[in-house]
T-cell receptor, first 116, second 111 residues
């Protein structure tokens, strides 16, 4: 299993450009989520999905869109990049909580985004 | 909305000293999870606590979940340089799909 993969590893954008951060997992996890981590800060939830076709907003959704057409993929789209979106973006996946099963979040390696 | 607060923000200890980080939620949690992130890396799952008052141990690490299921702690006995990193708690509210992370405690260990 590759686990959770993210591309690209690093990206530089100019203000106003758009781009898509890719996330894929091969563990058949229902739950997938996107977090951003600013320098020296914690992880803030952007969007999450509890299954294909179902997405919802997290703590800081403004400026980002997501879709979940398959169980495996959960791309994050920046509509019009702003310097405030400079951050490290982590994608995570897990099984949806079931009695007796651990809800382990598996994180991807992250995408480092710099918006000029 | 649900908030998860974590203290202290930083802790600098001498190798061999103990370390504790505390996590408090504004709402009752269905479970609490703990993660460790090494510098430049991604968060890695350590443990999940589900039951009120639950205590779990992993070698030198002891995790507790409060009776009211709103707070938790991670205690490391006799820290080692390999313990360096940021420790995060994360909680999901009873009726929420969202997993909210605390701000983390950065542990530095002097050899």
């Amino acid at each position: 299993n590759a686990g959770v993969t993210q591309t690209p590893k690093f990206q530089v954008l100019k203000t106003g450009q758009s781009m898509t951060l890719q996330c894929a997992q091969d563990m058949n996890h229902e739950y997938m989520s996107w977090y951003r981590q600013d320098p020296g800060m914690g992880l803030r939830l952007i969007h999450y999905s509890v299954g294909a076709g179902i997405t919802d907003q997290g703590e800081v959704p403004n400026g980002y869109n997501v879709s979940r057409s398959t169980t495996e993929d959960f791309p994050l789209r920046l509509l019009s990049a702003a310097p405030s979106q400079t951050s490290v973006y982590f994608c995570a996946s897990s099984y949806w909580p079931r009695r007796g099963l651990q809800e382990t979040q598996y994180f991807g390696p992250g995408t480092r985004l710099l918006v000029l | 909305g649900q908030q998860v607060m974590q203290i202290p923000q930083y802790q600098h200890v001498q190798e061999g000293e103990d370390f504790t980080t505390y996590c408090n939620s504004s709402t009752t949690l269905s479970n609490i999870q703990w993660y460790k992130q090494r510098p430049g890396g991604h968060p890695v799952f350590l443990i999940q606590l589900v039951k009120s008052g639950e205590v779990k141990k992993q070698k030198r690490l002891t995790f507790q979940f409060g009776e009211a299921k709103k707070n938790s702690s991670l205690h490391i006995t006799a820290t080692q340089t390999t313990d360096v990193g940021t420790y995060f708690c994360a909680g999901r509210g009873d009726s929420s799909y969202k997993l909210i992370f605390g701000s983390g405690t950065r542990l530095l260990v002097r050899p």
